[in-house]
């Protein structure tokens, strides 16, 4: 089994990706999203189509899912789907947040810090999405930067979010170790030439998606780290 302190320990900067990978916020998202599009007339179950969309904007979902809405419809319900999610998150209570946090994940951050590793945040999701989930399962502190789909013009599968963060936190591939969990991720990380690692915990089928390229799957944080 990987040994994750070997893993991090010649690295300067570790990113993660966000959802799937340190919280299991999926299913929340799909929940405001279906009350948003209830309210627009539309019945969709997107709980039967998380295989298929696994790891994708909510823009892409959207399309594919509502062909009949307008580009103006479909952003309008991606601010009123991250209306209600920001309310479902401020809405659970301490001891039903656990069920979302990937396993081993707080020993793990306590360690890079410890270490004085720099640590970031690259989402596809929109940036109060991103501000909002961290600081909703305390996770928000152990970030230097928090990188969500509107800081650069081109998102995930694109390797640009995660070559910006590098940038950023002033180093390289080379000494970069990055977290993920969807195909659509894994692209976008793996064309960085960082080293990547998939993190399993809460991941599902990848329907016709296929993940490509190299890198190291982990269940958890736990991985022989504690």
Do not use: W
């Amino acid at each position: 089994m990987t040994d994750l302190k070997t893993l991090v320990k010649h690295k300067d900067a570790i990113l993660f990706d966000m959802d799937g990978t340190l919280v299991n916020t999926e299913p929340l998202h799909a929940k405001a999203a279906v009350l948003v599009l209830a309210e627009m007339g539309v019945e969709v179950d997107l709980m039967s189509t998380i295989d298929q969309f696994y790891g994708m904007t909510d823009y892409v979902v959207l399309k594919t899912v509502c062909p009949q809405l307008t580009d103006e419809e479909i952003n309008k319900a991606i601010e009123q789907k991250n209306f209600h999610l920001i309310k479902i998150f401020r809405a659970l209570a301490h001891h039903e947040k656990d069920q979302y946090i990937t396993p081993g994940l707080f020993p793990f951050l306590n360690h890079l810090k410890k270490e004085n590793k720099k640590m970031a945040v690259v989402s596809a999701s929109e940036d109060i999405v991103v501000v909002e989930t961290l600081k909703c399962f305390g996770i928000d502190h152990f970030m230097q930067l928090q990188m969500g789909r509107n800081q650069t013009a081109l998102t995930k599968p694109h390797p640009d979010p995660y070559l910006e963060a590098m940038k950023r936190l002033k180093t390289t591939h080379i000494h970069t170790l990055i977290f993920e969990d969807s195909p659509t991720g894994i692209k976008s990380a793996v064309a960085t030439n960082a080293q990547v690692i998939r993190v399993t915990a809460f991941a599902h089928s990848t329907g016709s998606q296929t993940i490509e390229g190299d890198f190291i799957e982990l269940k958890n944080f736990h991985a022989e780290f504690i």
